[in-house]
C-alpha cells in the first residue's frame, strides 16, 4: 500500500498544477482500489520478491541497502519517506539513501533544505501520529537508517547510460545498493534517454546499458516516452484517451533486474 501511495503522491507536481495552490483534501487511501486499473505495468511483486529475497539470507550484521533517487518535494516526498519508513519497519531493507538535487532544477525539486524542513514540519505538527512520524524520522537520520546525498550529476542534461563515464563515483554508489527506486517523469526520461521508443519496446533495452542494481520506476505519466507495454496497449490507449502520455492519470511500476 506504501508503494501505491508514493506512486499516485507523484500526480502532486508542478508541471500539471502550473504553480496553483493545490492540497491533498481527499483520503489517498481510500482511492487506491479505484486508481488500480490506470496502472499500466505493475512489476511491483518484483519489488517484494527481491527485498523478501534479501531479508531471508540477511545475517544479523548485513545491510539491506535501497535507494530512493527523489521527485518532487511536499505532498509527494512525504509519502516517499512513508514508503521508506515502512522498508524500515517490515525489515525488508535495514538502510535507505535518498538522493536529491543541489538545486531545485526543475521547480519543485526536493532539495535537503525541503528534506530538513518536511521533517521539522511534520515534528511539531499538532495532530500526535503525524507529529510522532517526525520524531520517528528525525532518528532515523540521528542513527545513519536515513541518508539524504545530492550530486551535480542529477542536474545535469545527461541520461542516465552516460553515468559511469561522467559521474563514475556515483555509478560505483549506486552499485552498492540492493534496489533503487527511481521517483516521477524527470528521471523516467533520463532512464530511457526520452527518446520516442515504441511501446513494446522492453525497459532493460530503453536503459541502454544502465543497470547499477535492480531498479524500479514508479511514476505517473507525464510525458510522451512508455516503454515495456503490452502489444497493442499503448494503441487502445491512445484511441481512447488522446492525451493519456502526459495527463499524470495513468503510473507505472517498472522493474529491471535479475528475478
Known sequence: MCAVISLWGNKCDLSLSGGKTISQKTNLINSLEDLKPFILV???????????NCK??????????????????????VTDLVLADFLLSSKLA?????????????VSDTTLHD?????????????????????????????????YLDHIFWTLPHEFSAMPQVAPDLYATLQKAHLILFKGDLNYRKLTGD?????????HEALNGFHPAPLC????????????LQ?????????????????????????DGPL
Not at 527518446?195 to 525497459?203: A, Q
Open 42 to 52: 505493475n512489476d511491483m511483486e518484483h519489488l517484494w520478491s527481491l527485498l523478501s
Open 56 to 77: 531471508k539470507k540477511r545475517e544479523k550484521a548485513s545491510i539491506t541497502r535501497v535507494d530512493i533517487v527523489l521527485d518532487n518535494s511536499g505532498f509527494e516526498l
Open 94 to 106: 535495514t538502510e535507505i539513501h535518498f538522493y536529491g538535487k543541489t538545486i531545485p532544477w526543475f
Open 115 to 147: 528534506f530538513n524542513w518536511i521533517i521539522e514540519q511534520l515534528k511539531h505538527s499538532n495532530h500526535k501520529w503525524v507529529s510522532k512520524c517526525g520524531v520517528d524520522w528525525e532518528n532515523h537520520i540521528k542513527m545513519g537508517r536515513w541518508v
Open 195 to 203: 527518446r520516442r521508443w515504441e511501446f513494446t519496446v522492453p525497459f
Open 217 to 228: 520506476s514508479i511514476r505517473t505519466l507525464k510525458a510522451e516516452v512508455q516503454v515495456g
Open 231 to 255: 502489444p497493442g496497449q499503448g494503441e487502445q490507449l491512445t484511441a481512447s484517451v488522446p492525451n493519456w502520455l502526459t495527463i499524470g492519470k495513468y503510473g507505472i511500476f517498472q522493474f
